[in-house]
């Protein structure tokens, strides 16, 4: 069955602009995730979804960043006014939500955002 | 805070010789541990788990056993391919809370040759 699928696979934009990246789950899965991944390093939590509410956002490293989903299906990240800093790669994943402490969570293929 | 760490990397190997990635812990509580991959070109794939203290993960001839004792979950295969070639991470998810929310170490480069 399809996978985590995020868009666009890249982004460059300039500082100061806003931008959104977009994450399709797998059918089905109530949990999602957000992630940060800078080069040579693991990724970093940003946010969890239970369903349309956020459930933990402790990961969101300050108010330019903001992440929604409506439905409980798709999800989007929004940067605003984005600065250099934010250039990396940003990860999505799913999980069906059994047992989120010991799910599998299942990654998409990540959005390269370049900050110019 | 929870925190995973790692050996450094790159590590090169001969095929079929035999791996180890260290990866220790530092939790709050009793967490679940995970190893991911990531091959060249891919995204983020699960290789194994072990969610409760001396549990052994294993998935494609890969192994590690979750030593609370150590607090490690060490990663280790018999005899390597080239097609092993990939970023591994290791990962823990805890409590309190029970979101899921996976914190990983920086990723070991593994670079087999044939």
């Known amino acids: 069955g399809a996978g985590v699928s995020q868009t666009p696979s890249n982004k460059v934009t300039e500082k100061g602009k806003y931008v959104e990246l977009r994450c399709d789950p797998i059918s089905g899965h109530t949990a999602l995730y957000w992630y940060r991944q800078s080069l040579g390093q693991g990724p970093e939590f940003l946010i969890y979804?239970?369903?349309?509410?956020?459930?933990?956002d402790s990961g969101l490293p300050n108010d330019r960043f903001f992440a929604v989903r409506p439905e409980g299906s798709v999800s989007t990240l929004k940067i605003q006014r984005t600065e250099r800093g934010d250039s990396a790669v940003y990860l999505c994943?799913?999980?069906?939500?059994?047992?989120?402490?010991?799910?599998?969570?299942?990654f998409g293929p990540g959005t390269r955002l370049t900050v110019l | 805070g929870d925190s995973v760490t790692q050996m450094e990397g790159p590590v090169t190997l001969s095929e079929e010789a035999f791996l180890t990635i260290n990866c220790t812990y530092t939790?709050?509580?009793?967490?679940?541990l995970f190893w991911y991959v990531q091959y060249p070109g891919e995204g983020l794939q699960l290789l194994l788990k072990?969610?409760?203290?001396?549990d052994k993960g294993s998935n494609k001839g890969f192994e590690a056993t979750y030593r609370k004792e150590t607090t490690s979950f060490h990663l280790e295969k018999g005899s390597v391919q080239v097609s092993d070639s990939a970023v591994y991470f290791c990962a823990l998810s805890a409590p309190p809370g029970n979101t899921g929310k996976l914190i990983f170490g920086q990723g070991t480069t593994l670079q087999v040759k044939p």
């Open positions: 979804f239970q369903g349309t509410g956020a459930a933990d």
């Open positions: 939790a709050t509580g009793y967490p679940s």
């Open positions: 994943a799913s999980s069906p939500e059994l047992t989120p402490s010991t799910d599998t969570q299942y």
């Open positions: 072990a969610t409760k203290a001396d």
